[in-house]
């Protein structure tokens, strides 16, 4: 049959990688997630396309199911996070390699289609299932389903999930600085035996206004400019990991301080009477609750400066606060409001007081921001210097 053949010509078949899959591969390194490519292909060509997709480099490794066979779990573990390229696997060995990933501390993504991939995909810690080629064994398995069969939804996921992350750490940092602050200007002004600076229904508008709306907003906030450069978060980690803790606390105290603050000048100024404590406690009460919306800025980013952010980038916080603001200006400006809410109209002198203190907290979060970015600076340089 294979005899006394006339030569025509050659017969190539390309696959080639989606458009769109370089720049994934690329903006996922970035963010701090290695991809690797487990495939039943020839090694050869496994390694073309990883490396055109700039999967593998040239000091990675390639291996394949033969080779695999011939490593202990032990010596797979100590390779595999240079092993950037595994062919003519089976199923067995998608599930080791998942397995030494795990074991050495990394979060392990796999992707798959079909049956010989569930295994692999129940084992990983996140397995995701192609939609539309995919298996309904795959499926099952999976925890997630790729209605569109494209790696670059992965990357788009992570980046969503981080920005999901950080919005609910967002307005947690918001509502617990704003709390803190409301329970330590009562408690040291009854320690410091000066009096209520806020009644029982003033406390409960502000966490109802104030406290409310600008949380919601927090909870749509755009993107960071940062993003996908920054390395995936520790799982290990609490919400409240790399000093967010603290950070509330300190804003708290400050915003507490400035309620308290406001409370003892006003109650210096126009003295300690009946009159004289309803003015010192629409004073806080406006202090406290106006301090907060200006707060409510700052929690858009730990580290960044707002102004690198842009006032106008989140329009929801734009909106929560002017209607917040309008709601706390009307209590005082509605006559009716005034007996419900125990607050009495403001002079020009006094709602000087109250502005002058309660835009303290933009300015003073801000230095501190950038105090801290000039300290990670400084340790960073510090850090490549000695190495």
Known sequence: M??????????????????????????????????????????????????????????DLALTGTQLDDLSDQELAGLVDRVAVYARVSPEHKVRIVSALKARGEVAAMTGDGVNDAPALRRADIGAAMGIAGTEVAKEAADMVLADDNFATIVSAIREGRIIFANIQKSIQYLLSCNIGEILAIFSAIVLN??????????????????????????????????????????????????????????????????????????RRWGGGVEGRAVAQTVAFMTLSLSQLVHSFNTRSPHQSLFRLGFFTNPHLIAAFLLSALLQIGVLEIPALNGLFDVVPLNGEQWLLVVQLAILPLPVVEAGKAVRRMWGALTAARSRNSA
Do not use: C
Request: charged share 20%; glycine share 10%.
């Open 2 to 59: 294979e005899r006394d053949l006339i030569f025509i010509g050659f017969l190539g078949m390309l696959d080639p990688p989606r458009p769109e899959a370089k720049a994934a591969v690329a903006l996922s390194k970035q963010a701090g997630v290695r991809p690797v490519m487990i495939t039943g292909d020839h090694l050869a060509t496994a390694v073309a396309i990883a490396r055109q997709l700039e999967i593998a480099g040239p000091d």
């Open 194 to 267: 000066l009096g209520r600076p806020l009644t029982a229904i003033q406390i409960l508008w502000v966490n109802l206004v104030t406290d409310g709306l600008p949380a919601f907003a927090l909870g749509v906030d755009p993107a960071e400019p940062d993003v996908m450069q920054k390395p995936p978060r520790d799982p290990k980690k609490g919400i409240f990991a790399e000093g967010l803790g603290l950070i509330i606390v300190l804003q708290g105290i400050f915003l507490g301080g400035l309620t308290l603050l406001s409370y003892w000048l006003a109650l």
